[in-house]
């Protein structure tokens, strides 16, 4: 019974943080992306600049999810100490 609320637990928390993560970012995406717009109509001239700093902005925001992901894997699966899995093993399927 203990290790289903564990495993249930886990999982729950996996999602949480990878779906928290993804949410944010979509909605940074969407105000870089309505500012870079708005930019660009009201200076047409300095479109290559905006550009580049939008395409930097959105890069370094698609990051978060990536390591959000990384990080959760990270800790699900047994490394930085946790070993949640480690505590699952006789439970998993062969």
């Keep these: 019974m203990e290790n289903t609320i564990l495993v249930s637990t886990v999982i729950i928390a996996f999602a949480l943080m ?3 993560a993804a949410f944010g970012s979509a909605i940074g995406d969407g105000i870089i992306g309505s500012k870079a717009v708005g930019s660009i109509a ?19 925001l698609e990051a978060f999810p ?8 990270f800790l699900v699966i047994g490394g930085g100490g ?5 505590q699952l ?6």
């Design 18 to 20: 990878v779906g928290f």
């Design 42 to 60: 009201r200076q047409p001239e300095a479109r290559g600049n905006i550009f580049f700093f939008y395409f930097l902005g959105f890069g370094i």
């Design 66 to 73: 990536i390591i959000a992901i990384a990080l959760a894997f």
């Design 82 to 86: 946790f070993g949640v899995f480690s």
């Design 89 to 94: 093993k006789p439970l998993l399927p062969h």
